[in-house]
């Protein structure tokens, strides 16, 4: 059986790469750097010590320096942990930061939305919605524009984001790298290690992590996406011996931790994982931002 090829990068090579996307796109706006949104998780710090890194190189060049700022827009949904972790990587990248509670801006919408406060799902996405709103508007007012942090798996696997929310950005640096590539992007970097394998959330509601929410992990979608768009067919993706265990031992996991799987079988996780893709085409036609060309490789 034919195996699915997953792809592999030059770290050195792809962080350059990056680098000088956000550059070139800072540049060509006549822009004073880029404002981030972090979580404490991989993906947020994994894009700021990217920009970060980018801009260092390019201000022992240059004399008008490009600055990056890191706003850090909590809930009361947030943990301590997860800000302090934010607060920490700022500190050692050694950029300009702010934390401001968004609570009351989200709970004011009570007004005009209270339907939005009966579900968790759609107070989420205002939470994501405002947060993105205060970031855009912070990048405005300091003529900067707004990096956001999503990864391909997630923008282009599954479309696991909120439009006009964490969607709504200038300009996307990792949206080429899954989650897998991401976090060894993170360790190239030298991220600590309690936020390269912290579990991914979106944290916009209680007890809410990705796995949890969609019942499989980002491998498992990097693996399922990739065999799609490599002809691979439902039926024998469910038989392939890269897919079909892992999703088996998924599923497990998942009902010893969570009880009743909401996807017990693997020709169920393959099929969400399809319309999910399907409706991640459909917002990327609403909502693409400008994404870097990077060298990956296919053995």
């Given at each position: 059986m034919n195996l699915i090829k997953l792809p592999r990068m030059d770290s050195q090579k792809v962080?350059?790469?990056i680098g000088d996307f956000v550059i070139h796109s800072v540049l060509e706006v006549g822009a004073t750097g880029c404002v981030v949104g972090l979580s404490g998780g991989v993906d947020s710090s994994?894009?700021?010590?990217?920009?970060?890194?980018?801009?260092?190189?390019?201000?022992?060049?240059?004399?008008?320096?490009?600055?990056?700022?890191?706003?850090?827009?909590p809930t009361r949904i947030n943990k301590k942990a997860d800000i302090h972790d934010a607060e920490t990587l700022v500190k050692k990248l050694g950029i300009r930061h702010e934390i401001h509670s968004i609570e009351k801006l989200v709970g004011a919408f009570k007004i005009t939305n209270p339907e939005a406060f009966e579900e968790n799902y759609h107070r989420g996405n205002l939470i994501s919605r405002v947060r993105a709103n205060v970031l855009s508007t912070k990048a405005a007012t300091e003529h900067?524009?707004?990096?956001?942090?999503?990864?391909?798996?997630?923008?282009?696997?599954?479309?696991?984001?909120?439009?006009?929310?964490d969607g709504a950005v200038h300009l996307s640096p990792i949206a080429g790298l899954s989650k897998r590539l991401?976090?060894?992007?993170?360790?190239?970097?030298?991220?600590?290690?309690?936020?390269?394998?912290?579990?991914?959330?979106?944290?916009?509601?209680?007890?809410?992590?990705?796995?949890?929410?969609?019942?499989?992990?980002?491998?498992?979608?990097?693996?399922?996406?990739?065999?799609?768009?490599?002809?691979?067919?439902?039926?024998?993706l469910a038989s392939n011996r890269q897919v079909a265990p892992l999703v088996e031992k998924q599923i497990a996991n998942y009902r010893s931790?969570?009880?009743?799987?909401?996807?017990?079988?693997?020709?169920?996780?393959?099929?969400?994982?399809?319309?999910?893709?399907?409706?991640?085409?459909?917002?990327?036609?609403?909502v693409h931002p400008p994404t870097p060309k990077i060298s990956l490789t296919y053995d």
């Amino acid at each position: 059986m034919n195996l699915i090829k997953l792809p592999r990068m030059d770290s050195q090579k792809v962080s350059q790469e990056i680098g000088d996307f956000v550059i070139h796109s800072v540049l060509e706006v006549g822009a004073t750097g880029c404002v981030v949104g972090l979580s404490g998780g991989v993906d947020s710090s994994t894009t700021a010590a990217l920009i970060n890194r980018a801009f260092a190189r390019y201000n022992q060049k240059k004399d008008n320096h490009l600055e990056l700022v890191g706003y850090i827009l909590p809930t009361r949904i947030n943990k301590k942990a997860d800000i302090h972790d934010a607060e920490t990587l700022v500190k050692k990248l050694g950029i300009r930061h702010e934390i401001h509670s968004i609570e009351k801006l989200v709970g004011a919408f009570k007004i005009t939305n209270p339907e939005a406060f009966e579900e968790n799902y759609h107070r989420g996405n205002l939470i994501s919605r405002v947060r993105a709103n205060v970031l855009s508007t912070k990048a405005a007012t300091e003529h900067k524009i707004l990096a956001g942090t999503g990864n391909r798996d997630e923008d282009f696997g599954i479309g696991y984001y909120t439009l006009f929310g964490d969607g709504a950005v200038h300009l996307s640096p990792i949206a080429g790298l899954s989650k897998r590539l991401v976090r060894e992007m993170a360790l190239f970097l030298g991220l600590d290690e309690t936020i390269v394998h912290r579990v991914p959330t979106a944290g916009l509601e209680p007890g809410q992590s990705d796995y949890k929410d969609l019942g499989y992990d980002y491998d498992v979608v990097e693996l399922v996406t990739e065999g799609l768009r490599q002809g691979f067919s439902c039926n024998q993706l469910a038989s392939n011996r890269q897919v079909a265990p892992l999703v088996e031992k998924q599923i497990a996991n998942y009902r010893s931790v969570f009880g009743t799987p909401q996807l017990d079988s693997v020709d169920k996780v393959i099929e969400d994982i399809r319309r999910r893709h399907r409706t991640a085409m459909g917002k990327a036609k609403i909502v693409h931002p400008p994404t870097p060309k990077i060298s990956l490789t296919y053995d």
